[in-house]
Nanobody, 124 residues
Framework: QVQLVESGGGLVQAGDSLRLSCAASGRTSSSYAMGWFRQAPGKEREFVATISWSGASTYYADSVKGRFTISRDNAKNAGYLEMNSLKPEDTAVYYC?????????????????WGQGTQVTVSS
């Protein structure tokens, strides 16, 4: 079992930046890929970014490519999502997720573990 706790959300203005963190605990000795997803009111949870166990491989949704950066620090059992040039349409609850194995995935269903989410609100 891996437990995930997100932090770093908040209320910002359009164009601002935020850095989300995801602290992992539990069975972190096994390799796991990480992902970030988000869910806006009335919408389905959608993929944002993912990173492999080693951190060498990443993938982003087109909507955030060039503005968001996913990273991780396995020594600290932590993952991060750096969000720049934020837009009102980025407003959502952001979830950190982990999946067994080293390869990343954009598919929500393959992620075994989820955090409770952190709210990001971007005002215009």
């Amino acid at each position: 079992q891996v437990q995930l706790v997100e932090s770093g959300g908040g209320l910002v203005q359009a164009g601002d930046s935020l850095r989300l963190s995801c602290a992992a605990s539990g069975r972190t000795s096994s390799s796991y890929a990480m992902g970030w997803f988000r869910q806006a009111p009335g919408k389905e949870r959608e993929f944002v970014a993912t990173i492999s166990w080693s951190g060498a491989s990443t993938y982003y949704a087109d909507s955030v490519k060039g503005r968001f950066t996913i990273s991780r620090d396995n020594a600290k059992n932590a993952g991060y999502l750096e969000m720049n040039s934020l837009k009102p349409e980025d407003t959502a609850v952001y979830y950190c997720a982990a999946k067994s194995g080293s390869s990343w995935s954009t598919t929500r269903a393959v992620y075994n573990y989820w955090g409770q989410g952190t709210q990001v609100t971007v005002s215009s």
